[in-house]
T-cell receptor, first 116, second 108 residues
Framework: EPEVTQTPSHQVTQMGQEVILRCVPI?????FYWYRQILGQKVEFLVS????????KSEIFDDQFSVERPDGSNFTLKIRSTKLEDSAMYFC??????????????FGPGTRLTVL | KNEVEQSPQNLTAQEGEFITINCSYS?????LHWLQQHPGGGIVSLFM???GKKKHGRLIATINIQEKHSSLHITASHPRDSAVYIC??????????FGAGTQVVVTP
């Protein structure tokens, strides 16, 4: 069964460093998402991506964050200058259609980001 | 913004017991998602439903769109059902807005 993959599974970085989290969505999917979950809190939406551009972003997704789909298969989340509060589990998800009209979102296993 | 509330926050059951988790939301939607988060953190979609009831194995999900309420039931619970169960509602561009989750522990 096709699945969403994410690398690395765990990333440790120093505050102020740039990190890139990578995702490979399911190949025929058109909608892509990044979510994050701070330890002990609920999952929060960061950004949605469709047709090679951001379709929506949350208040969390400030100028320190960027996403791109450089080669038609990978989907990356970059944090330019990490802060302690960026420590969280980051999930990539993809869907063939929109979740609101009947499509399931498939989640990757997550990348645990630890900022020291 | 849709407010998604789940109850209970935590639940402990003995193996074989019937479990119910509730979810309510504030803004009308066309579909609601139930997901399971494993102890390792991974998230798996269990159900997407827009009306009535869906059943998958020992899991049953129901939704009342008019009352903005959904329930997830686990029949004949088993220790392997121990996980966090999350309801989520879709918003613009399909983004999911998650409830806080219900931590379920099933003891042998």
């Amino acid at each position: 069964e096709p699945e969403v993959t994410q690398t690395p599974s765990h990333q440790v970085t120093q505050m102020g460093q740039e990190v890139i989290l990578r995702c490979v969505p399911i190949s025929n999917h058109l909608y892509f998402y990044w979510y994050r979950q701070i330890l002990g809190q609920k999952v929060e939406f960061l950004v949605s991506f469709y047709n090679n551009e951001i379709s929506e972003k949350s208040e969390i997704f400030d100028d320190q964050f960027s996403v791109e789909r450089p080669d038609g298969s990978n989907f990356t989340l970059k944090i330019r200058s990490t802060k302690l509060e960026d420590s969280a589990m980051y999930f990539c998800a993809s869907s063939e259609g929109l979740a609101g009209v009947g499509d399931t979102q498939y989640f990757g296993p997550g990348t645990r980001l630890t900022v020291l | 913004k849709n407010e998604v509330e789940q109850s209970p926050q935590n639940l402990t059951a003995q193996e074989g017991e019937f479990i119910t988790i509730n979810c309510s939301y504030s803004v009308g939607i066309s579909a609601l998602h139930w997901l399971q988060q494993h102890p390792g953190g991974g998230i798996v979609s269990l159900f997407m439903l827009s009306s009535g009831k869906k059943k998958h194995g020992r899991l049953i999900a129901t939704i009342n769109i008019q009352e903005k309420h959904s329930s997830l039931h686990i029949t004949a619970s088993h220790p392997r059902d121990s996980a966090v169960y999350i309801c989520a509602v879709p918003g613009s561009w399909g983004k999911l807005q998650f409830g806080a989750g219900t931590q379920v522990v099933v003891t042998p």
